[in-house]
């Protein structure tokens, strides 16, 4: 703390509610537009460039926090893994927004990669707030915008967007294979984008493994958050599982929308199983609801609390399982 005599409070930002979080580690400040790399990114004025040399500073389980600028995107040339725990991630956009989060990392097209995420976080403990990740590199190995495979990661007001890949089956916004991740007011998708070709396309994919071998879906929860889509077809979803056990224990949606944008054609469901889950469940808690879909789910091993809206009493909503 000794880089701020006078707080954090002198940067004119609140550390409750939103905003830099206190630590005992360290601070390191990211601007594209005037940082350096060569920087220790210790102050505003002394920032780095790039969110990936940002990470690379990070000590692991010393609870450093990377600040993120508000008014350039944050641009990746390549897959930025983070195996390092108990970093964060946090921008000065302090207002909790759901979507158009004005701190962006984002993945532009050109940037030639075998690898297949722009951001792979991997960590223990590791939390993300007030971040839009973005993803408009074409490149045909590029599988995610977000790979998602740490242990009790936190996800606060970001947003998940892929502009590329929208005739796929197997691409998405993200890859999720993480344990106990946890995700609050967060959006999934566009509602913009159309997907092509009756794919699936969906915001979240949870096939086993595939940010990292034997890496799975478990004991993961959603609170308040959006999932978007503009569907060419009525076999696309929102989340989307390809084996009987993606899912291990748990994955809890609670007060969460599915919306599939009206100029668009209706899913069939908004969370799709290929085949029936085994060693796990999905469960749908409070307001949970879908707008323009047929139901929410229908597959066994996805159950609807007596809470959650269904179609007879609430128009346009569907809840059948």
Request: aromatic share 10%.
């Amino acid at each position: 703390m000794d880089d701020f005599p006078n707080g954090l409070s002198s940067f004119g930002m609140s550390l409750a509610g939103g905003g830099i979080p206190g630590t005992t580690g360290k601070y390191i400040f990211v601007n594209p537009t005037t940082g350096s790399n060569g920087n220790d990114g210790s102050t505003p004025d002394a920032a780095v460039k790039t969110y990936a040399y940002a990470v690379g500073l990070a000590r692991t389980n010393k609870d450093d926090v990377i600040v993120l600028s508000t008014y350039a995107n944050h641009e990746v040339t390549e897959q930025v893994t983070i195996s390092k725990n108990r970093v964060h991630t946090v921008s000065f956009d302090v207002y909790g927004r759901l979507y158009g989060q004005r701190a962006k990392i984002n993945y532009a097209d050109g940037n030639a990669t075998a690898l297949p995420f722009m951001i792979k976080n991997i960590g223990v403990g590791n939390t993300f707030n007030g971040v839009k990740f973005l993803n408009y590199n074409t490149d045909a190995q590029v599988v995610a915008t977000v790979g998602e495979g740490g242990e009790y990661a936190v996800y606060r007001n970001c947003e998940f967007y892929n502009a590329t890949n929208l005739d796929s089956d197997t691409v998405a916004e993200m890859v999720l294979n993480g344990d106990s991740t946890q995700f609050f007011n967060c959006t999934f998708g566009s509602l913009a984008d159309a997907v092509s070709g009756n794919k699936v396309r969906p915001a979240i994919l949870l096939t086993k493994g595939t940010v990292g071998t034997g890496l799975v879906c478990r004991d993961v929860y959603f609170d308040g958050c959006r999932f978007w889509k503009q569907a060419g077809g009525t076999t696309t979803a929102m989340v989307k599982s390809t084996t009987a056990t993606d899912v291990e224990r748990v994955m809890e949606f609670h007060n969460c929308h599915f919306i599939a944008n009206p100029l668009g054609s209706t899913p069939a469901v908004a969370i799709d199983c290929a085949v029936s889950l085994t060693v796990g469940i999905i469960y749908l808690t409070g307001d949970t609801a879908a707008v323009k879909c047929t139901a929410l789910a229908t597959a066994t091993g996805i159950f609807a609390a007596l809470t959650v809206k269904a179609a007879a009493t609430h128009i346009a909503l569907q809840s059948t399982n």
